[in-house]
């Protein structure tokens, strides 16, 4: 199947700093990509769709200049989190879609993000 | 609006035991997609399943099977002879092909612990 990529897999910050997270699609190319967000114990949560080469699309409740998402090509999507603070410690998962059809979704390994 | 219930919050059971993981969905689309995944301690989301709505047929795959009962808007999964190694949260999740859904709505996940 697919490969999606994510990187880190893990960082821990300070608060105030910004972290970039970066989605990969290895073998396929992917027009539209997922950003989901995963408190510890809770659901996945949507927080925002990358559109290649378009402004990202955001999920109410999720603050746009805080979550800056660049899709500047179609196998890669950045998610920066910037002047994270403790309360952006969470599970970021990425999916892209396949040109197999709108549904055909892969989804990443995780980063698990710690603000101290 | 879209909604996936997963009622079951907690399922413990012992090997060889078989279990049900429930799953009801809500949807205005005609055209959409169920899907289940596994989720280790890892965090790693594991593809098991996805179903069209035009396919009701019951499926099966190892010890796995599934459920699809639109009647009831229900998308069931049945493990059988469980393992330990089947200890994981799973999720039911949704898509439909219409722009602005088809980013996956998840349910909350049912965590299944399997004793020795």
């Known amino acids: 199947g697919a490969v999606v990529s994510q990187h880190p897999s893990r960082v821990i910050c300070k608060s105030g700093t910004s972290v970039k997270i970066e989605c990969r699609s290895l073998?396929?190319?992917?027009?539209?990509m997922f950003w989901y967000r995963q408190f510890p114990k809770q659901s996945l949560m949507l927080m925002a769709t990358?559109?290649?080469?378009?402004?990202?699309?955001?999920e109410q409740g999720v603050e746009k200049d805080k979550f800056l998402i660049n899709h500047a090509s179609l196998t890669l999507s950045t998610l920066t989190v910037t002047s994270a603070h403790p309360e952006d410690s969470s599970f970021y998962i990425c999916?892209?879609?396949?040109?197999?059809?709108?549904?055909?979704?892969?989804f990443g390994p995780g980063t698990r993000l710690t603000v101290l | 609006a879209q909604k996936v219930t997963q009622a079951q919050t907690e399922i413990s059971v012992v090997e060889k035991e078989d279990v049900t993981l429930d799953c009801v969905y809500e949807t205005r689309d005609t055209t959409y997609y169920l899907f289940w995944y596994k989720q280790p301690p890892s965090g790693e989301l594991v593809f098991l399943i996805r179903r069209n709505s035009f396919d009701e047929q019951n499926e099966i795959s190892g010890r796995y099977s599934w459920n699809f009962q639109k009647s009831t808007s229900s998308f069931n999964f049945t493990i059988t002879a469980s393992q330990v190694v089947d200890s994981a949260v799973y999720f039911c999740a949704l898509s439909t092909p219409n722009v602005g859904r088809r980013a996956l709505t998840f349910g909350s996940g049912t965590r299944l612990q399997v004793q020795p």
């Open positions: 990358s559109n290649e080469g378009s402004k990202a699309t955001y």
């Open positions: 073998d396929f190319q992917a027009t539209t």
């Open positions: 999916s892209a879609v396949s040109s197999g059809g709108p549904n055909e979704q892969f």
